[in-house]
């Protein structure tokens, strides 16, 4: 096969792929599910009640639109505009696939929490060191359950849920210390 026809047939079924309407649209698109906190809302303040500034503890989170077929959850809290780079404020697996909501200062029964950069498996709260910093609340669907040590960390979490993602949701907090 020649170099023209070689490079032929990626051309016309690029082609092809453009004109039907809407099929980029949907092989982009990931399911999206919702992830909301009664006590702040998307791009506002985090309550000095869940930072370093107050008790430490976890907001409440809820979640929505989970797909069918989900075997687990995955949670991953961290701040992009850390000095160091991002830096990681909770990490945690297998939440049950029923759970829809995690109460304050709580971690549903049989979800795993690995390190986060606090060195601790546990959530850790806002509390940067100047400035507002953005707080991300990353809620993963995944097809299966993992098996992971309590060592585990963002990166290893991120590894393992690697072909297992049905669908991801997105809740964004601020916050500036007093």
């Not at 780079?85 to 829809?100: A, C, F, K, L």
């Not at 993963?140 to 359950?145: G, K, Q, S």
Request: charged share 20%; glycine share 10%.
């Amino acid at each position: 096969m020649g170099t023209r026809t070689g490079l032929l047939l990626p051309v016309m079924l690029l082609a092809l792929f453009m004109a039907v309407p809407g099929m980029g649209k949907e092989l982009k698109k990931m399911k999206e599910m919702t992830v909301t906190s009664a006590a702040f809302t998307e791009g506002k303040p985090i309550p000095a009640l869940y930072t370093c500034e107050g008790k430490d503890i976890n907001p409440p989170l809820a979640f929505g639109s989970v797909p069918a077929g989900t075997r687990s959850l995955a949670l991953i809290v961290d701040d992009p505009d850390a000095p160091v780079g991002t830096w990681v404020h909770w990490v945690m697996w297998n939440i049950p696939p029923d759970v829809r909501e995690i109460g304050e200062g709580s971690v549903p029964t049989g979800a795993k929490q690995g390190v986060n950069d606090f060195r601790r498996n546990s959530y850790g709260g806002p509390c940067p060191p100047s400035g507002t910093h953005r707080y991300y609340f990353r809620l993963y669907a995944l097809d299966t359950t993992l098996d992971l040590a309590s060592s585990t960390d963002r990166a290893a979490l991120e590894r393992a849920m690697k072909g297992h993602i049905l669908a991801q949701g997105l809740l964004m907090g601020t916050y500036r210390r007093r």
